[in-house]
T-cell receptor
Framework: SQQGEEDPQALSIQEGENATMNCSYK?????LQWYRQNSGRGLVHLIL?????REKHSGRLRVTLDTSKKSSSLLITASRAADTASYFC??????????FGKGTLLTVNP | GAGVSQSPSNKVTEKGKDVELRCDPI?????LYWYRQSLGQGLEFLIY????????KSGLPSDRFSAERTGGSVSTLTIQRTQQEDSAVYLC?????????????FGAGSRLTVL
């Protein structure tokens, strides 16, 4: 069964705007990760946040984690057309298994 | 190799045939995962290998699916008597499997079409 659920399922914005995607999960986690997928092929790791962290930054990416609400958000600032992709959250437990959500399809219009 | 290699990249087969999909993980990575992604859907966990431990097969959808990992390296996912609902992209990923969080490196996937 899917652990993470992303929201919204699809998001369309203009270049230069910020994009926010949310992820909710059900059970305890050790870490939460965000991945990006272009063209329905392999996923690329973007950022990892551990359960004892609340916020993390990487370039134009900002991830927050609220373990009390079992939720995370991914913010992409100053979006570019090249950011168009599907974004997935994945939750990691104590046994290295990663469980992925269904993803958010982000479209950035030039 | 530098990345995770999967073959074939595309496979078209007839219903009822068996198929084998291969994954060559990053050298030294002890953890290997297979996921399935149907059109427009998320990733469905299939099976996970960690070192010499017994694999976690809890995601395999039926007994027509099996996977092995020889010598702790290359893995083969076998689907017997394929059905049309098996059509999907099969993604393999590996991770170092060391202590701490596991970051997965994915292959480009094998797209399976069952006619």
């Amino acid at each position: 069964s899917q652990q993470g659920e992303e929201d919204p399922q699809a998001l369309s914005i203009q270049e230069g705007e910020n994009a926010t995607m949310n992820c909710s999960y059900k059970t305890s986690i050790n870490n939460l990760q965000w991945y990006r997928q272009n063209s329905g092929r392999g996923l690329v790791h973007l950022i990892l946040i551990r359960s004892n962290e609340r916020e993390k930054h990487s370039g134009r990416l900002r991830v927050t984690l609220d373990t009390s609400k079992k939720s995370s958000s991914l913010l992409i600032t100053a979006s570019r057309a090249a950011d168009t992709a599907s974004y997935f959250c994945a939750t990691g437990g104590s046994n290295y298994k990663l469980t992925f959500g269904k993803g958010t399809l982000l479209t950035v219009n030039p | 190799g530098a990345g995770v290699s999967q073959s074939p990249s595309n496979k078209v087969t007839e219903k009822g045939k068996d198929v084998e999909l291969r994954c060559d993980p990053i050298s030294g990575h002890t953890a290997l995962y297979w996921y399935r992604q149907s059109l427009g859907q998320g990733l469905e966990f299939l099976i996970y290998f960690q070192g010499n431990s017994a694999p976690d097969k809890s995601g395999l959808p039926s007994d027509r699916f099996s996977a092995e990992r020889t010598g702790g390296s290359v893995s083969t996912l076998t689907i017997q008597r394929t059905q049309q609902e098996d059509s999907a992209v099969y993604l393999c990923a590996s991770s170092p499997g060391a202590s701490g969080a596991n970051v997965l490196t994915f292959g480009a996937g094998s797209r399976l079409t069952v006619l």
